[in-house]
Nanobody, 125 residues
Framework: QVQLVESGGGLVQPGGSLRLSCAVSGFTLEYYAIGWFRQAPGKGREGVSFISSADGSTQYADSVKGRFTISRDNAKNTVYLQMNSLKPEDTAVYYC??????????????????WGQGTQVTVSS
């Protein structure tokens, strides 16, 4: 049974940091690209950060470049999203998703077969 479970969300002050984790089971992580997406209240889901299956190449949305870092530990079946210098506009439910295609790692949600249930991140003073 395929599962993706996000954790690490919470309430943080502006300028603070959080590290999200996406623990996967039921498939071999190293063969999957992983994306982090988020959905703010009243808005659509948007892509945040992506990491390839092959060589760990990464991509970031312009809004988080320089502040967020995605990484993967295939041995632990876990992908991380380190979020620094958080802003109130980063407040959202964050989801991780897995794509078995092998070559695509980007913001097109249609490419991702498996999704987690999300973890809430709230940035507020």
């Amino acid at each position: 049974q395929v599962q993706l479970v996000e954790s690490g969300g919470g309430l943080v002050q502006p300028g603070g940091s959080l590290r999200l984790s996406c623990a996967v089971s039921g498939f071999t992580l190293e063969y999957y690209a992983i994306g982090w997406f988020r959905q703010a209240p009243g808005k659509g889901r948007e892509g945040v950060s992506f990491i390839s299956s092959a060589d760990g190449s990464t991509q970031y949305a312009d809004s988080v470049k320089g502040r967020f870092t995605i990484s993967r530990d295939n041995a632990k079946n876990t992908v991380y999203l380190q979020m620094n210098s958080l802003k109130p506009e980063d407040t959202a439910v964050y989801y991780c998703a897995a794509d078995s295609g092998g070559t695509y790692y980007g913001p097109d949600m249609r490419e991702y077969e498996y999704w987690g249930q999300g973890t809430q991140v709230t940035v507020s003073s």
